[in-house]
Structure formats: C-alpha cells, structure tokens
C-alpha cells in the first residue's frame, strides 16, 4: 500500500490575526478577541498577549491582570467564517482530500498530487504564499503518513512554521512527546494515563495494549496505536451531505433569568434556530433535549423527550420543549439555555393528513420562503418582536463552511 | 463616532477579476481618501450578499459596505488609530 501524505493547516491566532490585519493599528501590540455579549470570555489572543500568559477561554478580569496594555476587540464572526471558507476552497485547488476540522484548521490528504504539484513541502509553501498573500494570515503546518502525526507536527512549530515527521523518524520523535501533546488527549485522560506511569507518547506505545483495553475499553486499543504514531482514518472531504446525528442551539443569556416569561421566550428563538436548519436541510428528529446551565455556572441538567413521529417545525420543537421545562423545577435563575433535536430522520417529509396540518404545513414554507429571502427573523413569531438578539453569537467548534453544520453566526 | 449604517457618496475603481477599489467617500461635506483597504469580506443576510471594506485615510479606519441588490454604499463604523 501506497505511504500516504496527510497535511495539517492551521491558521496561526486566527481571529486576533485577521483582526490585527483588518486594522493596522493592532499589529505588533497584545490583542484579544471577546465576544459582543455582556458575559464573554477571551475568544482568541494574539502571540504578542499570549506572551504574557493571555490564553482561550480566560476571563476579561483575568487577562487584563497579566496583561495590563491588551486590547480588547470585539470579534466579528462573519469576517471569521468568510475568512476561512475562501482559504478552505483554496484548499480544494491542491486535492479534493479536505477535511475541515475546525474553523481554523483543516487536513488535506495530498497522497495523489504529487504528480501535478511535485512535493507536498512545495504545496505548503504554494498554500502559505496565497493565504499570506490574500489576507496577510500566517499558518502553520504538519506533514506526516497520518492525521494523528500531522497535527502534532503543525504544533511543533508556531507561528507559521512547517514540520515534517517522516515515517521512518515516528519512534524517534514519539520518544520525548508528552502524551498531552497527542490530539484526543485531553486534561483527564492525561490524569489517567499518568496514573499508570505513562508520560511521553512513546511510553504509552510501550504500554501493554491488554491493560489499555482492559481500563479504557476499545478506547484503550485506540490509545495503545495513537502511541505507536499509527492511526488509519482517512480524510473526510465535506461533501455538502453530511449525515449529522443533531441540530442543536444554544444560548447564554446577556443576564440570568428566572421569569417563566422570558425564559419561553428564548426557548421558542432557540426552537426556530432548531427547526429553520433542520427544515433547510430536510431533516426531521423523534427526540428534542432541553440543556439548562444556572447562573452558579456549574450545575445544569439535560432532559429528553422522544414523541412518535420526527418533527421539524419550530412550533412542534417548542411546544415539546415547554413540555419538559414544566416538568422540572427549576433551582436557580438560568444563565444558558439549548435545544436540541435528535434521533434524526434525514430526507423524511410526512404529508399532512388533516386539514389544519396542511395549512400549519403551508404557513411554515411561507414563512420560510420570506426568511430565506430576507434574512433569518424577517418574518417570525409575534412573541419575539421586541427580542433583539435573534441569531448565533458563537460559532461552534461543529461549524463548516457548508451543509447542514453551516450555522449563520453574527 | 460616526452613527452606523449612514449612506456615502464614493468613488470606487473595479479593477480586474471582480475587484472593487474604494477610493475615497463623502460624509458631511468632507471628503476622505482611502488611502488603504486593510482588509475585505463577504456576508449573506437572506439571499443579498454584502460586501464589506475595512478601509483606511491614514488617521482613521472605517468599515464601507457595498449592497450589490441596490448598489448602496454604507458607512458603517469608524475606529481612530
């Protein structure tokens, strides 16, 4: 069998670069990128604050402690997704092996370009000169037989490096890893495997795979490869048909509530966001879960509720998820709300059998040919006329740049 | 601080595969040359796409947007440097 080639792209402080690039101004200095809402967190730090410790995820509170002079941007959620659908097409100029793993990463399996393009380096340096040179970003990337290695070679060296892991320098360079460095090793698992004495890659290589899979089931027979540097998934190009198992909103409110009012409120803007995607990309679930987080931030619940037969308009969604609502009591004020739609039936439209159905059937197309002209809301349910936040703030780690896992985010 | 979504009067150059060049807008009576388009994308509300310019005059940075559906210009934010 023919030795693969697998390139990992990953664009280096994506939204703090595009930001820094957007406004010269930025370039050089300590930049985060937050979120528009009241309670947002770091979304992305540029290198310069990261050198003072400024990292994903911290608190606005807490990023300024380390670093007094950063500049906080609001982050601009469209200029991302464009952004990175035109340099993931660009991709597609190079093979049409392009899995997208996450809004800035992506791998590309280059294995049959050889002939057209000569060297997978000279393709990474083809792709970095383009991006560099329609919108300034710099990116990092991995070569190696598999995914497992290319990603961990495109971490090696950041901002805009490229690392080559060839098949015959795997054990060499699995020796001194950290297992942590691994992706798919999170906080936990590296917990765990510590506990047995493994630290480095190769140590869990060594491992004997029967106590893996004796501790971690079939996980642990996955563990035992990922030290090996063996992994055999190929890449998944995106074809637009993507099989999802849900489609799901959340939210996190600009304040808790606890107002029954406001709360249904949310839940029937969720409930549209839920069933205007699932209606677009003809799906209908049997399955709608309800995820409430509290204002303490820690305690949350998640019900379910599966009816007889799948449903996809958002009034069906709600009234369902009203229903769980009201079989709980709630503890705390709310700080997020989700709804989710599962247990999925793709390409499954039930004619209306009565007459009220039919015209509810009608009603909803109606609605949805307005808002897919117009915009999302254009037209929409009288209850969230005085609602201005209608729409996405967040863009998932799910997010594609096309299909069904496309969400709208502003 | 400009208030958002203001109509301008401006000048632009198409250049060569599709590009837009925005070369200078007028707002109240003053005219401000674009100097630098920092940056540019797209957005989609409905089926009309935007078309948006982060642009600069050398002091200042605004955003333009371009409506192709009624070929309005917009000026929608302004950052000073």
């Not at chain 1, 990023?63 to 469209?78: D, E, H, M, S």
């Not at chain 1, 040919?369 to 967040?394: I, P, Q």
Request: contains cysteine.
């Amino acid at each position: 069998m023919q030795e693969r080639i697998i390139l990992h792209v990953d664009l280096n402080a994506f939204f703090a670069s595009v930001e820094q690039q957007s406004n010269p101004g930025l370039r050089g200095k300590p930049v985060a990128v937050i979120g528009s809402r009241e309670r947002t967190v770091i979304t992305t730090a540029s290198y310069e604050a990261r050198k003072y410790g400024v990292k994903t995820g911290m608190s606005i509170w807490e990023a300024k402690n380390r670093c007094p002079n950063i500049i906080l941007v609001v982050g601009n959620n469209r200029k991302y997704t464009y952004t990175s659908s035109a340099i993931f097409k660009m991709m597609l100029d190079y093979t049409p092996l392009v899995e997208v793993f996450s809004i800035d990463e992506a791998f590309l399996d280059v294995t049959h370009s050889l002939k057209i393009f000569g060297t997978p380096e000279r393709i990474v340096y083809l792709l970095k000169a383009r991006i560099r040179h329609s919108f300034g970003l710099t990116c990092s990337a991995g070569i190696a037989p598999n995914k497992l290695l290319a990603k961990l070679a495109s971490d090696m060296q950041k901002p805009d490096g490229l690392t080559i892991i060839r098949p015959d320098e795997v054990q060499n360079i699995l020796e001194k890893i950290p297992i942590k460095n691994l992706c798919g090793i999170g906080t936990r698992m590296e917990k765990h495997l510590s506990l047995l004495g493994i630290k480095t890659c190769a140590e869990l290589g060594r491992f004997p795979a029967n106590i893996l899979i004796k501790k971690f089931g079939v996980t642990g027979k996955h563990l035992h490869e990922m030290g090996l540097g063996i992994d055999n998934s190929p890449v998944i190009p995106a074809d637009g048909k993507d099989r999802v198992k849900s489609v799901g909103h959340s939210m996190t409110l600009p304040k808790d509530i606890s107002n029954r009012q406001e709360i249904l409120k949310q839940m029937l803007i969720l409930s549209e966001m839920v069933g205007r995607r699932a209606r677009r990309y003809s799906v209908s679930g049997k399955t709608i879960s309800l995820y409430i987080r509290y204002a303490d931030f820690y305690s949350s619940f998640t019900r379910q509720h599966t009816v007889a037969s799948p449903m996809n308009q958002s009034h069906d969604i709600y009234r369902t998820a009203v229903a769980i609502l009201d079989a709980v009591e709630l503890h705390q004020p709310v700080r997020l709300i989700g709804i989710r739609l599962s247990n999925l039936r793709h390409n499954v439209n039930q004619l209306p059998l009565f007459p009220y159905e039919h015209k509810k059937a009608l009603m909803v197309k109606a609605m949805d040919d307005v808002n897919n002209r117009y915009g999302d809301f254009t037209l929409t349910f009288a209850s969230l006329l005085d609602e201005s936040e209608k729409c996405s703030r967040v863009i998932s780690p799910a997010w594609r740049p096309d299909g069904i896992r496309c969400v709208d985010v502003r | 601080m400009f208030p958002r979504g203001v109509p301008v009067r401006i000048a632009v150059i198409y250049e060569p595969g599709k590009r837009i060049k925005p070369v200078w807008f007028e707002l109240n009576r003053r005219q401000y040359r674009i100097v630098e388009t920092t940056y540019q994308w797209k957005d989609k509300v409905g089926e009309t796409s935007f078309l948006h310019y982060a642009v600069s005059d050398g002091q200042s940075l605004y955003e333009l947007i371009f409506n192709p559906l009624d070929q309005t210009w917009t000026l929608n934010t302004q950052h000073t440097e």
